[in-house]
């Protein structure tokens, strides 16, 4: 057999070969076509990315603050009715939710990692408060927003912020800011007893 003859030999083979295996190869997707007139596809969406927006002081007046106070409403008698429970739970949450938006803004220079322990520790205990809420525990969720205030304190003095969060005063916190840090723990304690 000349060379040529050869290669023409082996080459129908081939041909034959893959006649007979065609069916069984799996189908490959089609590769995607642009549609003649049709845009081309956007570009990848950007990857969405958490960034604060609020003053953190807003965010203490709009959410620490006013779900605090509201839970300490809540929490002055025995709720009465699962509705009321629901909400002293929902309220808790939101503060723990405060927490994690605490935590997209800590301070810029230094400190930043006791920011994050502070804000872990509000969120940790806010979630305990509602899961108290959520057991109707009167009793746990009396001392646990006593322990929600506790954790908003910490992070106030080692940010050298002057407000003081005392549970169930009937006093405005103006005067309470006022007294030596001492009788403030204290406070905090009979307020839990
Ligand atoms: C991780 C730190 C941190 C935690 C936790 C925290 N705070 Fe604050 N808080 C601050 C800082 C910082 C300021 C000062 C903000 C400013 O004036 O710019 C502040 C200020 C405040 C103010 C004064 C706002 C004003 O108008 O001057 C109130 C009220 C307040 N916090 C309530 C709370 C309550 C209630 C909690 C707990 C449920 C809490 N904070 C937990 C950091 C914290």
């Keep these: 057999m000349n060379p ?6 082996l080459f129908l083979s081939g041909a034959a070969a893959l006649l007979v295996v065609a069916p069984v190869v799996p189908q490959q997707p089609a590769p995607p076509r642009t549609v003649p007139g049709q845009q081309p596809a956007p570009p990848a969406r950007t990857t969405p990315r958490l960034e604060p927006v609020a003053e953190t002081r807003l965010l203490m007046e709009g959410l620490a603050q006013s779900n605090f106070r509201g839970l300490e409403r809540m929490l002055t ?10 909400f002293a739970r929902g309220q808790a949450l939101l503060l723990a939710e405060t927490a994690n938006l605490l935590m997209l803004r800590p301070p810029r220079n230094s400190g930043q990692d006791a920011w994050m322990d502070r804000a872990m520790d509000l969120r940790a205990a806010a979630g305990r408060l509602a899961r108290a809420a959520a057991d109707n525990d009167y009793e746990r969720s009396r001392a646990g927003l006593g322990e929600v205030a506790n954790t908003c304190n910490r992070c106030h003095q080692a940010f050298r912020v002057t407000t003081r969060i005392v549970p169930f005063q009937v006093e405005p916190p103006q005067r309470k800011a ?8 204290l406070d905090n304690e009979l307020a839990r007893h």
């Design 4 to 9: 040529i003859r050869l290669r023409r030999v």
């Design 77 to 86: 008698r025995k709720p009465e009715d699962a509705e009321s429970w629901a």
């Design 178 to 185: 006022a007294l030596p840090e001492r009788l403030q723990s």
